[in-house]
């Protein structure tokens, strides 16, 4: 009788799991990036947004911008002398920490720096974030909206009444404190006041070209 083929056994170690093809995938393409492109840089997001993200990658479509696990893409760099993929591309693994990524290009050093030095994009704080700035709400009549909005409103701990079909803030409420975190009620308080105090940047922490890497400082603030 000629054997089953769904009887066929298939040894475990030859069947690697997704989660490993897509790691080895990512230290591939990353390794791939390096051989195809000039420069390398490393950079850290703050208040990352994937729509905001998405308009650096469409003004990078001409490059690889990678973000993944910091360890895997350290290990596609290279986490040692020993190990590094190109000479000296193994310090830039250091800078890896966070929200971190790795942009591949041929554009020119000073002009990748000059595009990050002023791009940035507004959006309403998420709660759990850290305040920007102190936002409070005065006593008075909430103009804005309607009488439909009370019920929301009052299940966000604004003290309000109705009053001739206008709503009223009954006493200056303090919704949030510059350097504390924001509350899920907070958040929605300033998206509805229309509050935008996060601010997305990308912030290049260091640059690998010809096997030459250097760090890049942070940009003075006013």
């Known amino acids: 009788m000629p054997k089953n083929k769904r009887e066929?056994?298939?040894?475990?170690?030859?069947v690697k799991p997704k989660g490993m093809e897509h790691k080895e995938g990512l230290v591939d393409n990353i390794r791939a990036a390096v051989e195809e492109f000039e420069n390398c840089f490393t950079f850290d997001l703050g208040n990352l947004r994937t729509n905001h993200l998405a308009l650096v990658r469409k003004e990078f479509k001409d490059s690889r911008i990678f973000l993944g696990k910091n360890k895997v893409m350290a290990i596609a760099l290279g986490r040692s002398k020993e190990e590094s993929h190109q000479?000296?591309?193994?310090?830039?693994?250091?800078?890896?920490?966070?929200?971190?990524?790795?942009?591949?290009?041929?554009?020119?050093?000073?002009?990748?720096?000059?595009?990050?030095?002023?791009?940035?994009?507004?959006?309403?704080?998420?709660?759990?974030?850290?305040?920007?700035?102190?936002?409070?709400?005065?006593?008075?009549p909430i103009e804005q909206f309607g009488h439909e909005m009370m019920d929301q409103l009052m299940k966000l701990g604004l003290p309000i009444q109705l009053d001739k079909g206008t709503l009223l803030c009954l006493s200056d409420t303090r919704v949030a404190v510059e350097g504390e975190v924001i509350t899920p009620e907070a958040s929605q308080l300033m998206k509805l006041w229309g509050y935008q105090s996060a601010t997305f940047r990308v912030l290049l922490t260091a640059h690998w070209s010809g096997g030459v890497a250097r760090a890049i400082a942070p940009p003075k603030t006013a």
């Open 8 to 14: 066929k056994k298939v040894a475990l170690t030859n």
């Open 87 to 140: 000479d000296n591309l193994y310090k830039l693994a250091a800078k890896l920490t966070g929200t971190s990524g790795l942009l591949f290009t041929n554009r020119s050093k000073k002009e990748v720096k000059q595009y990050f030095a002023t791009f940035e994009v507004n959006d309403y704080a998420r709660a759990g974030a850290v305040a920007a700035i102190d936002f409070s709400i005065p006593q008075g």
